[in-house]
């Protein structure tokens, strides 16, 4: 059995959102039960050099429509990172998904080269090579250190909260 471009990113950028939005949840609960302002979850940030807990969401959306649209040679939408709220950030997570589900599995198909800036110098790699060590790995990052933040400030949420269900 062969896997696709598509098969390899697509499904695993929605479940990874799907988990998230599942962690984001916990986290509403979690500010609720302990009368924390939901801003100050949304606004933390692991170290003062890193992006907060949105604009770790943002960029995991960046990366994941990003990867769509230069793998299927399809049109990126722009959404303005303007998110300050859960409910802003589950829209997000859901107009991501709705764009990555949207992309037809046939524009996947075929080999197609990428070019994309590292450290403002452009860099050409095949899509495959694109996919399996820049997109994926950046996406998980962000996603992780969305995760890591809501831990480190008390949400009770696990492994298998980031994993999610089988």
């Known amino acids: ?6 098969d390899v990113s697509v499904p695993v950028f929605v479940r990874a959102f799907g988990n998230l939005s599942a962690i984001l949840d916990k986290a509403v609960e979690h500010a609720k039960a302990n009368g924390l302002d939901e801003a100050e979850l949304v606004n933390a940030r692991l170290a003062p ?19 769509g649209a230069r793998l299927s040679a399809g049109d990126n939408p722009s959404f303005p990172d303007t ?43 095949s899509g495959q090579a694109y996919l399996l060590t820049f997109a994926l790995p950046n996406f998980f990052f962000h996603v992780t250190t969305a995760y890591d933040i809501l831990r480190h400030k008390g949400v009770g949420v696990g492994k298998m909260d980031y994993l999610g269900n089988f």
């Open 83 to 125: 998110e300050a709220t859960f409910p802003e950030l589950q829209a997000r997570i859901t107009k991501t998904i709705d764009y990555l589900n949207g992309l037809p599995t046939a524009a996947f198909d075929g080999a197609r080269d990428v070019t994309i800036p590292i450290r403002r110098q452009p860099v050409t790699m």
């Open 1 to 6: 059995m062969s896997l696709s471009i598509h």
């Open 49 to 67: 050099d890193m992006l907060t807990l949105a604009g770790q969401i943002q960029r995991a959306s960046d990366s994941a429509k990003g990867a």
